[in-house]
């Protein structure tokens, strides 16, 4: 049985997200509102949720390779920025997301 689900996961090459369910609450101020009250934005591990509160879509944005840390919009909901775990001496990676092509997606 094994070797058989071996080869499953040889045939699938790309897994893409297309929903979640859950928020852990672990980053402080990590669920968040766009100004216009129209979305909601959270970090689930190292990936950020963009959720239509009207719609239920998602969107999710993927470029970090470690826990998100923390979170924040610009006031006009153009921009997103977040930053992840780092450890010792290692730089922390941040991210600023232009919201545009997530906010039509979703």
């Not at 929903?19 to 990590?30: A, E, Q």
């Not at 991210?95 to 997606?105: A, E, H, S, T």
Request: glycine share 10%.
């Amino acid at each position: 049985p094994a070797l058989k689900i071996m080869a499953l996961a040889d045939e699938c090459k790309e897994l893409n997200l297309e929903s979640v369910i859950g928020f852990n609450g672990s980053v402080p101020g990590g669920l968040q509102y766009t100004s216009c009250g129209g979305y909601v934005f959270y970090p689930l591990g190292s990936i950020i949720v963009l959720r239509n509160i009207s719609t239920g879509k998602q969107a999710f944005l993927e470029a970090h390779d470690d826990n998100v840390s923390c979170i924040t919009a610009s006031k006009d909901n153009c921009y997103l920025a977040s930053g992840q775990e780092s450890y010792g001496t290692t730089k922390a990676d941040v991210m600023v997301w232009d919201l545009k092509q997530p906010i039509k997606n979703c």
